[in-house]
């Protein structure tokens, strides 16, 4: 089945630093993949849409800025946080469908945990 | 009213027995449903699709009542390897390359000997 790899799938920062996290396909293109993120005992919340070519699309109460996002590839999708604050933590996992049905099955990446000092 | 709301759970059972989840979602436009399993610090992974038809994998059943808006998993003779906890999915808004999920807070089960 398709395959879409994540990586880091851990990291720990300093305050105020930036991190990048990269999802990709690896055996499909994906002109769509999205970006979750989970909080301890909470479900899976959508933040953004990642669009080749294009700019993202971010869930209401999301920092655009804070949170920025490229989809330079039709393989590869990049979340960067910026400015990184405890609060930050969180486990982040992006998916993305095959494309061959628009209801298809999404694949996920392996998440990244992610924790800010 | 959240758009997908489970069982709060945790379930604890036995081996061997039968267990059941139930989801409700609020969209009536939904499309797709599913059953995905996360297990602690991984990502969710599909476990079954959900058909209006009632869909049966081994021992696993889901069902879907589109008029109630609402969801259900059964797990027959439980083993202790379905220990995880599984998440009620619906599709969001499609766009014209996919489509976000959105998922239930999911419920916990543990199966113990």
């Known amino acids: 089945g398709a395959v879409v790899s994540q990586h880091p799938s851990w990291v720990i920062c300093k305050s105020g630093t930036s991190v990048k996290i990269e999802c990709r396909s690896l055996d499909f293109q994906a002109t769509t993949m999205f970006w979750y993120r989970q909080f301890p005992k909470q479900s899976l919340m959508l933040m953004a849409t990642?669009?080749?070519?294009?700019?993202?699309?971010?869930e209401q109460g999301v920092e655009k800025d804070k949170f920025l996002i490229n989809h330079a590839s039709l393989t590869l999708s990049t979340l960067t946080v910026t400015s990184a604050h405890p609060e930050d933590s969180s486990f982040y996992i992006c998916?993305?469908?095959?494309?061959?049905?628009?209801?298809?099955?999404?694949?996920f990446g392996q998440g990244t945990r992610l924790t800010v000092v | 009213r959240k758009e997908v709301e489970q069982d709060p759970g945790p379930f604890n059972v036995p081996e061997g027995a039968t267990v059941a989840f139930n989801c409700t979602y609020s969209?009536?436009?939904?499309?797709?449903f599913f059953w995905y399993r996360q297990d602690c610090r991984k990502e969710p992974k599909l476990l079954m699709s959900?058909?209006?038809s009632g869909n049966e994998d081994g021992r696993f059943t889901a069902q879907l009542n589109r008029a109630s808006q609402y969801i259900s998993l059964l797990i027959r003779d439980s083993k202790l390897s379905d220990s995880a906890t599984y998440l009620c999915v619906v599709n969001g808004t499609p766009n014209q390359a996919g489509t976000a999920l959105i998922f239930g807070k999911g419920t916990t089960l543990s199966v113990s000997s």
């Open positions: 969209n009536s436009a939904s499309q797709s």
């Open positions: 990642s669009n080749e070519g294009s700019k993202a699309t971010y």
């Open positions: 998916s993305a469908n095959t494309g061959a049905l628009r209801f298809s099955e999404a694949f």
């Open positions: 959900v058909y209006s």
